[in-house]
């Protein structure tokens, strides 16, 4: 059964890069079937998606977040990162990794446990 | 983006009882909608996907259906257990992929 494990610093100041990692046991992230999601929580705006890597490489951002978001993937450690530049109060939220069931990428069958990141000077 | 407008926001029920969800698409996703129960301080599960099918392992009270832009979660005898939120969310071809505001679902 796949697990997946968010990790990263729980505080973040305004202005800077949030960074989250999220390790996967028990499953590839490199078998070419599922797509690897970033989604956050926060009370204000309820779920939020934030962008996908492939297991190929390939990459989709909401528009909303784009010119702040990057994913990236290290296969060999069984990883993909989130970073998220120029942050303010507004992205605090529980942040979590998901992966697709196979078909289509939006479709979420496994979960991290979450990891609260707070945006505070 | 795709709106995904969820009703009721709130909802109190009796054990036993039927409960039903509805969420509304802003525009016609097809099948591809699912349905998550996220407990507090846990992650989203997922139960329904497809729009009608039940995820392996979930209990086959819960059920989904509807097709376009209209679509239904029902739960037939409610348990102590599934008191959570409850979120439906598109993932139509074109992304963002969106989800309804929520439904909160306590014991009357």
């Known amino acids: 059964q796949v697990q997946l494990q968010e990790s990263g610093p729980g505080l973040v100041k305004p202005s800077q890069t949030l960074s989250l990692t999220c390790t996967v046991s028990?499953?590839?992230?490199?078998?070419?079937?599922?797509?690897w999601s970033w989604i956050r929580q926060n009370p204000g705006k309820g779920l939020e998606w934030i962008g996908y890597i492939s297991d190929s490489g390939s990459t989709y951002y909401n528009p909303s977040l784009e010119s702040r978001v990057t994913i990236s993937q290290d296969t060999s450690k069984k990883q993909f990162s989130l970073r998220l530049s120029s942050v303010t109060v507004a992205d605090t939220a529980v942040y979590y990794c998901?992966?697709?069931?196979?078909?289509?990428?939006?479709?979420?069958?496994?979960w991290g446990q979450g990891t609260l990141v707070t945006v505070s000077s | 983006d795709i709106q995904m407008t969820q009703s009721p926001s709130s909802l109190s029920a009796s054990v036993g009882d039927r409960v039903t969800i509805t969420c509304q698409a802003s525009?016609?996703?097809?099948?591809?909608l699912s349905w998550y129960q996220q407990k507090p301080g846990k992650a989203p599960k997922l139960l329904i996907y497809?729009?009608?099918n039940l995820e392996t392992g979930v209990p086959s009270r819960f059920s989904g259906s509807g097709l376009g832009t209209h679509f239904t979660f029902t739960i037939s005898s409610l348990q102590p257990e599934d008191i959570a939120t409850y979120y439906c969310q598109h993932y139509d071809n074109l992304p963002p992929y969106t989800f309804g505001q929520g439904t909160k679902l306590d014991i009357k």
């Open positions: 028990g499953g590839s992230i490199s078998s070419g079937a599922y797509y």
């Open positions: 497809d729009a009608i």
């Open positions: 998901a992966r697709s069931a196979s078909g289509p990428p939006g479709n979420f069958q496994h």
């Open positions: 525009q016609d996703i097809s099948k591809y």
